[in-house]
């Protein structure tokens, strides 16, 4: 697949460089292109650094969202047209304290954060994923043929819900399906899943 990286921090450039050294071909982005150099050089196969805009100009099968959840709405306004087909993976999370009001208005409402994401996006089609794993087990506990940590994620439709799971296996973790978007509070900060490091037979006895 062609993966466009939004935001290529902890979370972002981790991923990108496992789903590089999987085989796809990844699209590292950031407002500052020009900082990810170290992180293309140190990426296995096929990887480069573009602009924002430019990533979403090269249509790719799937964009993962990891910025800070305040640039969402930014990001969606720009580039809303540009998502047509596409699958959106969330991976951030909604933090008041760095955020803003915006966050906590997501955090109040009846909506989950997905769902917010979702209705951002609207011409894509959101999955959530990899927003409850730590940066640095993420990083560290990729590639596993046996005892692999398990990845929650969730999916607003069949075709979103395969390429994430697809994701998600392709780099050594299980993936454990949580249900559509209306499911994934349970995924949220500070909520049942989050930060929970576990096998899929724990994750999936959490869900019961
Ligand atoms: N760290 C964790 O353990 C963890 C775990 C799960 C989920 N998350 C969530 O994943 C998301 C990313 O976290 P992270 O730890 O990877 O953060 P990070 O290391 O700070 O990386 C975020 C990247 O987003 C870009 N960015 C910042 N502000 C932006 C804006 N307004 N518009 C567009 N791009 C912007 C930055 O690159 P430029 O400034 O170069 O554009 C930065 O490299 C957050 O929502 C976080 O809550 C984090």
């Known amino acids: 697949m062609k993966i466009g990286i939004i935001g290529s921090g902890n979370i972002g450039g981790n991923l990108g460089k496992h789903w590089a050294k999987a085989g796809h071909e990844v699209l590292f982005s950031s407002r500052h292109p020009e900082t990810l150099t170290n992180l293309v050089n140190e990426t296995e196969g096929n990887a480069k650094a573009v602009s924002v805009e430019n990533a979403f100009e090269a249509k790719a099968d799937v964009y993962l969202l990891a910025t800070p959840f305040k640039a969402i709405d930014k990001l969606s306004e720009l580039y809303a047209g540009e998502y047509g087909n ?97 499911k994934t509070d349970i995924m949220d900060p500070d909520q049942k899943l989050y930060g929970k490091s576990v096998n899929r037979q724990e994750l999936e006895g959490m869900l019961n």
């Open 86 to 182: 596409n699958t959106i993976i969330d991976a951030t999370n909604p933090y008041p304290e760095r955020d803003g009001t915006m966050a906590q208005d997501v955090r109040d409402s009846n909506r989950n954060s997905s769902e917010y994401t979702a209705m951002k996006f609207n011409t894509a089609k959101t999955a959530k994923a990899f927003n409850t794993i730590r940066a640095e087990h993420l990083r560290d506990r990729a590639w596993r043929d046996t005892d692999k940590l398990a990845i929650p994620f969730a999916a607003q439709d069949a075709d979103s819900q395969q390429k994430t799971q697809q994701l998600i296996e392709d780099i050594g973790f299980d993936a454990v399906y949580v249900g559509d978007l209306t």
